[in-house]
């Protein structure tokens, strides 16, 4: 067995049995070593961003890491943007990265580059493999460090050398992955304390899959003590529509962020962090809170938040709460020209249960949630980073781990651009996405973001640079072009039957939605 | 005047005139700064690999550096890979990166990352920008360093605060970029006292831009002396066809460059490395040339190539070569199925005068200097550090830098998806780019690469990541779906009037060469 075979093995007796790939030669004794492997399922991405985010939204759902597989450096580079998102996301995230062999570093021949330097800032764990004999603990640590609590991108860079030597002893190590924290007693009292104080209080869910029952005990909680009920903007995964408890997120916009902040007195985080501007702005806070709102941690991302939420309703003696507290509802639809609106009351009619809906949509996706509370039950993955180009490989990764869900991107055009090879990925493995391209032709955010400077006009320069115009963009033809079928649609009529057929089949569909 | 207007005087008055761009909110006053200079063209790239390979290709062939405009940590992440290839080019590019406000940072907003950690790998120089106080000075030195012999890639790394606060005191500054290095007299007369030595020697060139004039010069030296005469593979523009020295390159192939070199007791570096293996090989060297050949430098990558190789044909008394050392010639076109080296023949036929001829052709490719040598005079740009996804933004920014020229891109279908989204640009632009996209549906490169690993027959998951068939992609969809016209053709003759219809007009066209 050479070290290539061992890293496969171990891989597998670790429960990590999808590789998102994009390799190159450096890697070739890999690909022979997975070729040999078929209970290793391998998914190709013609460009790196499809990669890393497709090994982002498989871990959001399926709730364990996959593997990647890059090409040294510059095939890493192009991964970063969603290991970013990952990272942000806290999902676990088994990321390969071939070298050279060790010896042939020293030369510097042309693809050769600092690997562990550029993997750092995404990465939450880093380590080189040099020997063949070191591979399989090494490969364990990885995916124990990819799995730990919270999640992170764990980077294994494997030299050429260790792939290709065979090992004279292979054992292959197998390691538990760790539990999440138990969160001390006297933090759950504490916080119970806090909650029965009087004081205006906001409890804020965040770092890792808010599923319903986490839901249901936060809102039981939240119930019984008054405190207001919030999710982190970035929450990796979240649990909507009927039957199920609603959260907010906390808003996107600045103002409209402090504005829900001002008041709180006392802020109780659970797997959270103290939310912060996106941006900075001239003359605008980065914390959002008040400065005068004190901040008590119940969790860390990576405890138990279940168990902590648990507890802390029992401390409360917090009564159980009915479920299907969101009713199936929507509002009628609207006719004639599309616009974000209706394709959003569209989806509150047709969800299929138990979708998973990936938001990329930007601008257009502001009013997503106000209009689908009463949609069937789905999960809501979000863009957590805010690198663009998350949207499209998040989908396609979350079609892989769950085969038998629909999935439904929701996919700003400007962003979708970045990483439109995914769709490729989506027609080959013939995955059960629906895409909608909110087509408004432009960076609408940085439209508003260039007013918000003060320029109110933008000119030939800043138009060159913000719109998608001239010449337009044709997703049917990109779609096509990649083997997806696709529509383009202009009408509110138009988009409803669009959707309806989109979500009466299996495999791979887009609309290009006209606003 | 804040720090954004001072930073686009300052490019202006240091003669940086194109940016490269692919901004976000945190670059919004730096975008409403362009704005306001319609002097500054402004090119947008819909990902930042096109926005860095545009850069490469237009320091290239401009000689001077443009700017680039990324968005954070992400937006620089995407666009590395191509800064590899500009840096392994001694490409100039002042590589703009906005970052939050330096207030803002200690947050942790989900867009911070470690911009500087990530920029560095594919740097030669590398500034924060803090305060507009400094941005003159900073932009400056930054285009200096862009510029600096050798061209290298400069990474200026843009505060918000420091492009939206106000300068009290805003003088630009001016400075001149450094000149070539002399090559001192002893190494001249070192290096012609190699060459009267009676070794067999060879001249290797690299390191920059080898026109016509330095060619002629270094044949003169070969010819007097009797050396053998290479380029490195990885030079970043090489001056080809009839009227022209035709220079080989050592071969990517390990085993055709150690047979080349092995007979090679001495070897004169001009601007050139030691010639390493590209990746290396179980049981095969790294290094091309024999042990026992002796290495001597004539002039490092940053010195005055074109003088040094003068005086040294001076110190040899090497008379002039006549011109027009290679006549125009091709040989007769073949006829039915279409193959890579039809193509290269039909090349030889129709390539306009003055053309720029990128290459990104990968495994189809390879003989395209077999054939062409006889072509009308042309510049020849090859993939410098191997980073996948150079070809088409490459000869968008050569054809940015040279509006008068034809730019025809040879591309690798595989390699070609990385950044696809470079033909929006040639569209939005209407940039006189001929993109041949040679399909052969596979990363061929790597079916023989896994060969040689000893897999003789691809399994599934070989396949599955080897193959880009299933679906096929369809190059003309793709590329109308960015505005840019194209055609199919699976015969020589289809591509032989393809190509000269391509060749008869102004504009972007892309034809998909089915292999």
Redesign the interface.
Same mark, same amino acid.
């Given at each position: 067995m050479n070290g290539a075979d061992i890293l496969c093995d171990t891989l597998l007796a670790n429960d990590v049995d999808v590789c998102f790939?994009n390799?190159?030669?450096?890697e070739?004794?890999f690909?022979?070593a997975?070729?040999? %492997?078929?209970q290793?399922r391998?998914?190709?991405g013609?460009?790196e961003?499809v990669v890393t985010g497709a090994a982002d939204g498989y871990a959001r759902m399926a709730g364990k890491p996959a593997a990647t597989?890059l090409?040294l450096?510059?095939?890493l580079?192009?991964g970063?943007?969603n290991l970013?998102n990952a990272r %942000?996301a806290y999902s676990p995230v088994v990321n390969i990265v071939g070298d050279?062999?060790t010896?042939?570093l020293q030369?510097?021949? +042309?693809?050769t580059?600092?690997i562990e330097?550029?993997a750092? +800032?995404?990465s939450g764990w880093v380590r080189r493999v040099t020997s063949p004999a070191q591979v399989s603990q090494d490969a364990a640590e990885a995916v124990c460090a990819a799995w730990g609590r919270p999640g992170r991108v764990a980077t294994l860079i494997l030299h #050429?050398?260790a792939a290709?030597n065979a090992a004279e002893h292979a054992s292959l190590v197998r390691l538990a992955p760790p539990a999440p924290r138990t969160v001390p007693a006297q933090r759950i009292e504490d916080a119970a304390r806090l909650l029965n104080n009087g004081k205006r209080t906001m409890l804020l869910l965040g770092g890792c899959a808010l599923d319903a029952a986490v839901l249901e005990c936060a809102a039981r909680i939240a119930s019984a003590s008054g405190a207001q009920l919030r999710a982190e %903007? #970035?929450v990796p995964r979240l649990a909507r529509g009927a039957g199920r408890m609603h959260v907010e997120r906390i808003p996107y916009a600045l103002a409209a962020a402090v504005a829900e902040l001002r008041e709180v007195e006392q802020l109780v985080l659970v797997g959270a962090?103290v939310p912060?501007?996106?941006? #900075?702005y001239?003359g605008q806070p980065?914390?959002l809170t008040d400065p005068a709102c004190s901040v008590h941690q119940l969790a860390a991302p990576g405890d138990d938040l279940g168990a902590a939420l648990a507890a802390l309703a029992d401390a409360l003696d917090a009564p159980a709460i009915a479920p299907a507290s969101e009713p199936r509802a929507a509002l009628p639809l609207p006719a004639g020209r599309l616009d974000a609106d209706a394709i959003h009351i569209a989806l509150a009619h047709l969800l299929p249960d138990d979708a998973i809906v990936c938001d990329e949509a930007i601008t257009s996706g502001v009013n997503f949630f106000k209009y689908t509370r009463g949609a069937a039950p789905h999960d809501y993955l979000p863009l957590?980073?805010?690198?663009?180009?998350g949207g499209l490989p998040m989908a396609t990764g979350a079609a892989v781990a769950c085969p038998r869900r629909k999935v439904i991107d929701l996919q700003a055009d400007?962003s979708g651009?970045?990483?439109?090879?995914a769709l490729?990925t989506q027609? !080959?493995e013939n995955l059960d996405v629906a895409t909608i391209v909110f087509a408004n032709r432009s960076y609408a955010?940085?439209h508003g973001?260039?007013k918000?400077?003060?320029?109110n006009a #933008?000119? %030939?320069?800043?138009r !060159?640079?913000?719109d998608?115009d001239?010449?337009?963009?044709?997703?049917?033809?990109?779609a096509?072009?990649?083997?997806v079928e696709a529509r383009r649609v202009e009408t509110v009529e138009g988009f409803f039957r669009a959707l309806q057929y989109a979500l009466s089949r299996r495999g791979p569909f887009l609309i290009e939605a006209v606003l």
């Open positions: 790939a390799p190159g030669t450096s070739m004794h690909v022979a997975l070729d040999a %492997r078929p290793m391998c998914v190709l013609l460009a961003g597989l090409h450096g510059p095939g580079a192009n970063l943007a970013h %942000r050279h062999a010896y042939h030369h510097d021949a +042309p693809l580059s600092d330097g550029l750092a +800032p995404m #050429a050398d290709w %903007r #970035a962090q912060v501007a996106f941006f #900075a001239p980065s914390v957590t980073g805010g690198a663009i180009g400007g651009m970045y990483t439109l090879q490729w027609a !080959r955010i940085l973001e260039l918000n400077v003060g320029a #933008a000119g %030939r320069n800043a !060159r640079m913000l998608l001239q010449p337009a963009l044709d997703w049917v033809k990109l096509d072009g990649m083997g």
